[in-house]
């Protein structure tokens, strides 16, 4: 009955606020509709037919101003599935879909038997990898949608515990490096699968033997939009290996210190010391890991002579001297000191990048790189979120009327490509899926118009209230909260 309400809502809501409807926004709308199966929204009902862990993230910060309920069970449905050791599966399966719509499937991760040790959930088939930790970032601005709703539902109480374990278990057992940041060990993880950022440290593994998997995605996808058969031989290679490792961290050879993924934990960390805030507890402690972060971040990534943060190979030792789209990300960081800004801006403007310039929108690679493709996947084409992502790291930065420029060019690009999964950087053709989830979401974002509400409610988190017994124990989404509230009721998972 909730979400039944939802639908008629969101097909009734698509106007702003008193203005008439737009038909961009009516448009995103309709794809998150189509993309909902009843407790989550899937990446692409063809290619990606599951719950993406990023994905479902970026598509609760759309969906929040459409419909907050909808936004909180997106997160809350994601949740149901973490395991007990703390971390959020880059991948919640849905029973209902045939094994062979993609791969790897539920049988290769046998996330039941093999992660049984970590705590992986007996009823939910999930993957048993992660991916980058946007989703307390995504819970506090849901919540700063609609506070009223998410008091009334205990969303916060609920979620917390949750959020507290997944940022737990990276920050104890991911740093592999021993300096202070996350690893991800494997490239999926950092969800810019094959970007030429990884060709050192994957070149070192040997690739599953052809015939070991078959590639769903290519019955979906361009061949040549997509990762090279090798590439995607040593991925499966890598996870076959965790997985028989029963989940263990730290054994495997493949172990990169990302910059993206780290900047996003750090902002992450800001977002759950704003939730601890409106439950009555303190965030100073959880402020000041988010400034060490960052300041691990500078010291161990960044390469001031470049302008540029690299990924740190754990095993081969030294810095990536590529230039992703991850490197700018930890804009989005406000401790970021104002030199390295700087630097960063002039990077994001030069030849590497050309934003604004030679393109509109932020590559994922180098231009100017050997390996840059316009057209493959995480090798040089535009993507939505980093971008978005961007513009908010533009925003928080005083780079206005350049945060300007990038939005129009996000809405002009959602809009000719159909809410693609990305795009040709120089003449924003669609690549990939059409009608994609996040696309069409932080499009959504983009068109309410109001960034200084979302200046993270700074104001708003200094509220205190008296702090709830359940707060001072670790704990995960399956949990009780407050009102003995645990597992979402209505959630087929």
């Not at 991925?235 to 965790?242: G, P, Q």
């Not at 030849?351 to 030679?358: A, E, K, R, T």
Request: aromatic share 8%; proline share 8%; glycine share 10%.
């Amino acid at each position: 009955m909730e979400h039944t309400t939802e639908r008629q809502a969101i097909a009734a809501g698509t106007g702003r606020r008193g203005q008439p409807p737009d038909p961009l926004r009516e448009r995103a709308v309709d794809v998150l509709d189509a993309n909902w199966t009843g407790a989550s929204t899937v990446p692409s009902r063809t290619l990606y037919p599951h719950q993406w862990s990023w994905d479902s993230a970026f598509i609760a910060i759309g969906l929040r101003h459409v419909s907050p309920l909808r936004a909180q069970s997106e997160l809350e449905t994601l949740l149901s599935a973490q395991w007990g050791d703390g971390r959020i599966p880059h991948i919640v399966f849905n029973p209902d879909i045939a094994l062979d719509a993609y791969f790897p499937s539920p049988d290769f991760w046998r996330s039941s038997t093999a992660g049984r040790a970590a705590g992986a959930p007996p009823a939910v088939q999930t993957s048993g990898i992660v991916q980058p930790p946007v989703h307390a970032l995504a819970a506090w601005l849901v919540h700063r949608a609609d506070p009223a709703l998410s008091r009334s539902r205990g969303f916060l109480y609920r979620v917390y515990p949750a959020l507290a374990a997944w940022h737990r278990y990276l920050l104890h057992r991911r740093d592999l490096g021993g300096g202070g940041l996350v690893s991800v060990v494997h490239p999926w993880e950092q969800g810019m699968d094959n970007s030429p950022c990884w060709d050192a440290p994957l070149s070192r593994i040997t690739p599953a033997e052809p015939g070991a998997f078959r590639r769903a995605d290519l019955t979906h996808g361009a061949a040549d939009d997509r990762p090279t058969d090798l590439d995607y031989g040593r991925y499966v290679r890598l996870a076959a290996d965790y997985r028989d490792g029963r989940y263990a961290d730290g054994a495997g050879e493949f172990a990169v210190e990302d910059p993206s993924f780290n900047a996003l934990l750090a902002a992450s960390e800001h977002a759950l010391a704003r939730i601890a805030c409106e439950l009555g507890a303190a965030g100073t402690a959880r402020h000041a890991r988010a400034e060490r972060l960052t300041a691990a971040l500078v010291g161990r990534l960044w390469d001031p002579e470049a302008g540029m943060f690299f990924c740190r190979d754990v095993r081969g030792g030294g810095l990536i001297r590529e230039y992703g789209v991850s490197g700018l990300i930890p804009l989005i960081l406000p401790a970021l000191p104002r030199t390295v800004v700087r630097a960063l801006l002039a990077t994001v403007r030069g030849p590497h990048f050309g934003l604004g310039d030679g393109v509109r929108l932020a590559p994922s690679y180098d231009l100017l790189g050997p390996a840059f493709d316009p057209h493959r996947y995480w090798r040089g084409p535009a993507w939505f979120n980093t971008n978005w992502l961007l513009e908010r790291g533009l925003r928080l930065h005083g780079e206005h009327a350049r945060a300007a420029r990038l939005r129009a060019a996000l809405l002009d690009a959602a809009d000719t490509s159909d809410f693609a999964e990305y795009v040709d950087p120089y003449t924003g053709a669609g690549c990939g899926a059409r009608g994609f989830g996040w696309t069409a979401a932080l499009t959504l974002d983009l068109l309410d118009g109001q960034p200084a509400r979302d200046a993270d409610g700074e104001a708003g988190a200094e509220h205190r209230r008296p702090r709830p017994p359940w707060t001072r124990v670790p704990g995960t989404a399956g949990r009780a909260g407050p009102r003995g509230q645990g597992r979402r009721e209505g959630t087929s998972r």
